[in-house]
Structures are given as C-alpha cells and as structure tokens.
C-alpha cells in the first residue's frame, strides 16, 4: 500500500492508466535560421491552437476562475519576453527546439527558486506551456484523455490545467499522483469536477503497470496496488456505500442544522463566483458565509475591476440567495493572491505583509470602490461584511469609519441600500483572537478563518511540505484561541462562525459545536455531510467534549479522544 494525500474524497476501483509524456530527445541537425524560425512560429500557432481547443472542451465542466488558467497559458505563450529570448537563441544559430528548452528550463528555475508561493505555483504553469510548445517543435503528440473510453484511475507525475480539464468523468473516475498538494491546480480541479483525487503519493508511478487493477481510497490517502480479489469486492462495496450514502444525504437538503437537544447553528457555504450558487442551493446551503471577492479582481484582465461590474456580481449573489445572509469579505489580495496589473512590493515574507485590509486602508480608493459596490447591492438582499487580516482595533474602526461614509454618501445620493447590514471581521491573526473580548464591542461578528490562523499560531507555512506536520487546527493552542473568539462574540450579544476547512472536518465538528460556534461555512458539497453531523449531535454533551479536549496536549490527542468518542457512540 502506498500513502498519499487525500484532496478530493471518495473510493475508486479500476484499471491504470500511466499518463506519461512523450520522451523529449532534442534533434542533432538543424535547419537555416529561416527555417528554425518558421518552425517556432507554426509550433507557437499549433500551441495557441491546442489551448484554445482544451478550454472549449472545459466550458460547462470548470468555473469561471478555474478556465482563467487557460487565458494565463495563453498569455505565457505570447508573452514577449519569451518568444524573443527564443527568437535571439534562433538567431545565434541555436535550434528551435534547444531554444524553446533552454529558455523555458530558465524561467521554470527562476520561478521556482523564488520565496513567494504564488510565483512557485506559476512555474508549473511555465512548464506546462513550454512542454507542449517543444513537442509541437518536434512533432510529438501530446497525450490526449479525450480519446479514454473505459473506467481508469489516471497515475502521473503531475497532472497540469490542460490534463484535468480534458477528464471527462464517465471514464476517468480518479486519478493519483506522485508530486502536488492540497493547494495545488490539480486538486482544485479535482475538487470542483468532484473527482476522487490523491496527491503526493511518492513512488506511484514506478510500482504501477499500465492496465493493472488499482483501489484508491481518496477519503484518507490510501492507495492499493495489485489488490486481491477480496480487497476489490471490499472497496467496491465501500464505494457503493459511500455513493449511496451520499445519495441519501438529499433528505437533508431542506432540513434544519438542528442538535438532538435542539440547538440550532447555521450551516453556510464558501463561494468564490456568482456561479458558485447553485451548489449552494443544491446542497442546502443555509447562506454564504464567506465570499471571496478577490476573484473577482483575479479575473479582471488590465484594471481593478470598477464599481458597475462589482455591484453586478454582488447583486446577482443577493438575489440568488434569496434573503439569505450572504457575507461578503472584502477585497483579501496579497501573499499567494497576486494581481496582473498591480505590482506588489518585494517583501521578504508576502504572508505578513501588504495584503488584505492593510491594501485597503492605503489604498482607499479601490476600497472604497468595492464598499459602494456591496451597499448599492445590499439592496437586493441580506448582505453583511467582513474584513480580513484584522490585527488591530484601530484597523477595524478605520475600516468600518470609511463603510459608514460611502453608506452616508449613497444614501445622500439617493441610493437605496441594505437597512441592517453586519459589519464584522475575521479572526485570523493570534491578535485578534487574544483581543476578542476588545473586537467584539465594535464588530458585529466575528468569522475565525481556522487556515491562517493555525498557520500563524503554530508558525508553519501551510503550503510547505517540510513543516506541513505542524499544520494542525486541531492542535489545543488554535482550539483555545478559537474558543476566546466565540466566548468573546457571546459575551456582547454577537455570532461567530468559522470558514477554514476545519469547519468541514467530521472530527472537528462536535468540538466546535461544544465550543459554541454559531456558524459552519465550508464548500458546498461538505454541506450534508455537516449536517448530518450536527443533527447527531447533543450540543450539552459536546460542551463536555470540548471541555476535555481543551485540556489535552498534542492534536493526535485530540483527534483520537473524538474518534473514541464516535465510536462508542455508533456502538
């Protein structure tokens, strides 16, 4: 058995299907400078070509944000800067192909070698587009998943964009691989074609065959090679299970987040796009707890998207949602979220730097561009907004200072907006969560962002591989700070909600509810299972739990004490 990464749940049987790339050998002859040239010239247009085709194929199947990578790869492909170094190499007698694989292999290194975990990513992107265009150089033939027509796990190196957004899932029914993350472009795919999906399984591709039979559990990382006839009707029978049980889930899509001792909390949805409703909906979402707006600016091509567009999007989320709250966080650019068209500066940490409400309050004007933008849509709906990366309590009041004047200055306009609209704040810096009891007398919520803040508490990149074992929300000091936040909120007559991923975490949710947490935002298809949960659940005995909990030491303690707990109940 081989352990990797689970990133998109769920339990596959089937054949393997090694996608492996074609072997790049570089020619030894070449042609005049002309016809080198040329030869770049029609393997650029063959490239721009293949993109354009992929993403067609990806319309319907990825959102908006998710096919921009496409736009990205075509704007690498005819970014200046890289067909004139290729073009210079051509010139001074280098060949085509040798060209394009140096000048690629140079940016890829460049990137790669770079602090900031956005521009690292960007490399695989630069890899990407640079191996396509050195096949079309040489003629080969890119693999194409289109043409599967039987029920395969893909195993590969890496999976890049143009893969898994060829996947069409009446036959691909999962894939693994050998490099990635949890962050990572595949498993955000993987995620939202709902594929079952393990990353970082070292050693994959080497021990696999293709053809051969293969058991993939994506709910936990395990991955079974060769498996016996036992172990295929075994997880067979598991992944029924786990598709019936999905399946039945639907029961609960109208039903309330209610306790067995009937205590009621809000199960709500993280979205990124306006298109992003309809699986809220779907799955029974009780209201958005969390939108993303910078997607909205990470999609805009050349400019801040401007006051009409972002107004159009808020109130098509409003209206959607139909009276239900919807939480906008306002503009969270910075660290691994960069902009196009805007140069951040060079800062030796990006994560603690210039980011989130920090942007905003220096730059006021694309602030307040995106507050009037919310109110004008308030209108149509039950909006509230939060800031991110709050640290201090002057932060928030100068925030909320500048909210309070583009509401005057709407409504002196004559413009309708939202009569009681929350203005909170996320709790996402040890900070804040110390000064809860402070916060809370100014904010009207608070919304604890569980990723950041257990990566600031423990001091661990969540994006490293060499510290990810520090990544712990479940670690006592991260529950304890969480806690101060939702004692702090209840104290003042205020809610508090969480929208990290430990918000969808099975084992985490009786202590959150022991804890007192109000709201459990998380992405959409997490919804039922949550909620069946929460339904249970007695929110008396769970405050007992949490109790316990609190007082242990390590966060495989924690985890195994709720574990227990489960399993005597199910008994």
């Known amino acids: 058995m081989l352990k990797g990464i689970a990133v998109s749940s769920g339990i596959v049987v089937g054949k393997v299907y090694k996608l492996v790339q074609p072997e790049i050998v570089l020619r030894d002859t070449k042609g005049s400078v002309e016809e080198e040239l040329q030869r770049f010239k029609d ?129 691909i029914v999962g894939f693994c691989t050998e490099e ?58 598991r992944s029924e299970a786990l598709l019936a049980e999905k399946e039945a889930l639907r029961v609960l899509v109208d039903q309330p987040s209610i306790t067995q001792d009937g205590h009621r909390v809000e199960i709500a949805a993280n979205i990124g796009t306006p298109k992003d409703v309809d699986g809220v909906i779907k799955n029974g979402g009780e209201a958005v707890g969390l939108y993303r707006t910078e997607f909205l600016y990470m999609d805009s091509k050349e400019d801040f998207p401007d006051e009409e567009t972002q107004y159009e999007a808020y109130k098509t989320v409003l209206e959607a949602m139909n009276g239900r709250r919807v939480v906008f966080r306002t503009l969270d650019i910075g660290g691994d979220k960069k902009l196009n068209y805007f140069e951040f500066p060079q800062e030796l940490n990006p994560f603690l730097g210039y980011r989130a409400v920090r942007l905003c309050l220096d730059r006021q004007d694309i602030f307040r561009t995106q507050l009037r933008a919310i109110l004008r849509a308030s209108a149509y709906g039950k909006a509230a907004i939060m800031f991110p990366m709050i640290a201090t309590i002057s932060e928030f009041k100068q925030a909320k200072a500048i909210y309070e004047q583009e509401r005057e200055k709407l409504i002196a306009e004559g413009v309708k907006v939202g009569e009681h609209i ?128 609190l007082d242990l030491e390590t966060a495989d303690e924690v985890r195994e004490y709720v574990e227990n707990y489960l399993e005597k109940r199910e008994k």
Not at 46 to 72: C, H, M, P, S, V
Not at 132 to 148: A, F, M, S, W, Y
Request: with cysteine; glycine share 6%.
């Open 43 to 171: 393997a650029v247009n063959k490239t721009q070509t293949d993109i354009e085709k992929i993403k067609e194929r990806a319309q319907g199947k990825l959102k908006a944000e998710e096919l921009e990578i496409f736009d990205a790869h075509l704007t690498m492909l005819n970014d200046p800067e890289y067909q004139g170094q290729i073009e210079e190499m051509i010139k001074g007698d280098q060949g085509s192909d040798a060209a394009v694989k140096c000048v690629t292999d140079n940016m890829v290194s460049l990137f790669s070698s770079m602090e900031d975990e956005y521009f690292k990513e960007r490399a695989a992107d630069i890899r990407d587009v640079g191996h396509r265009l050195l096949c079309n150089v040489l003629g080969l033939k890119v693999p194409d998943l289109t043409t599967i027509d039987e029920k395969v796990v893909i195993v590969a190196s890496d999976l890049t964009p143009s893969d898994t957004a060829q996947m069409d899932k009446n036959y």
């Open 422 to 549: 929350e203005v909170g704040m996320m709790v996402e810096i040890p900070a804040s969560a110390i000064m809860a009891d402070k916060f809370a007398q100014y904010a009207d919520f608070f919304s604890i962002g569980t990723n950041d803040l257990t990566q600031y508490t423990m001091a661990a990149d969540r994006g490293s591989k060499e510290v990810s074992y520090l990544y712990q929300p479940l670690n006592p000091a991260v529950l304890t700070l969480i806690k101060k936040a939702i004692d702090a909120a209840h104290k003042y007559g205020k809610w508090c909600g969480v929208c990290g991923e430990v918000a969808s975490d099975i084992i985490a949710a009786p202590i959150l509810l022991g804890l007192g947490l109000d709201e459990f935002s998380m992405t959409a298809p997490s919804i039922l299972p949550a909620r069946k949960m929460i339904r249970s659940l007695n929110k008396k005995e769970m405050e007992g739990l949490a109790a316990k909990v």
């Open 180 to 237: 990635g993350g949890r962050t990572s472009h595949s498993a955000i795919m993987a995620r939202s074609l709902e594929i079952p999906a393990v990353v970082g399984c070292r050693g994959v591709l080497e021990a696999t065959k293709d053809g051969e039979m293969m058991i993939m559990d994506a709910t936990n990382g395990d991955v079974f090679l060769e498996p016996t006839a036992e172990q295929i009707a075994d997880y067979t029978k």
